[in-house]
Nanobody
Framework: VQLQASGGGLVQPGGSLRLSCAAS????????VGWFRQAPGKERVFVAA??????YYATSVRGRFTISRDNAENTVSLQMNSLKPEDTAIYYC????????????????????WGQGTLVTVSS
């Protein structure tokens, strides 16, 4: 089982970035997939998640970020627009085999597999 995140980098405030996560070794379409982030000196927190039907977002990113999945390609992406300096963090993709309700998708312990993280820096 492997999750490989990519797409991080340096972007100016107000800019956009697209993260991707490629999955292998499990039946991707049956899993909840999500993105979490960890800012310097802070705990890892929920960003967004996708079930077979429906996408869910943290309040801080709703309206700016969009999660999308391609079950045929076993990938999940996070389109990040209108980026702010406070979006600076290491972003992790994760997958859960559980039938998660919305509140449970925000809890990292409910995820079974994790990618290695990709660094996003928002700075001028």
């Amino acid at each position: 089982v492997q999750l490989q995140a990519s797409g991080g980098g340096l972007v100016q405030p107000g800019g956009s970035l697209r993260l991707s996560c490629a999955a292998s070794g499990f039946t991707f379409s049956n899993y909840v997939v999500g993105w979490f982030r960890q800012a310097p000196g802070k705990e890892r927190v929920f960003v967004a998640a996708s079930r077979q039907i429906g996408a869910y977002y943290a309040t801080s990113v709703r309206g700016r970020f969009t999660i999308s999945r391609d079950n045929a390609e076993n990938t999940v992406s996070l389109q990040m627009n209108s980026l702010k300096p406070e979006d600076t963090a290491i972003y992790y993709c994760a997958a859960s085999a559980g039938r998660l309700i919305v509140s449970s998708m925000m809890i990292e312990n409910n995820y079974d597999y994790w990618g290695q993280g990709t660094l996003v820096t928002v700075s001028s």
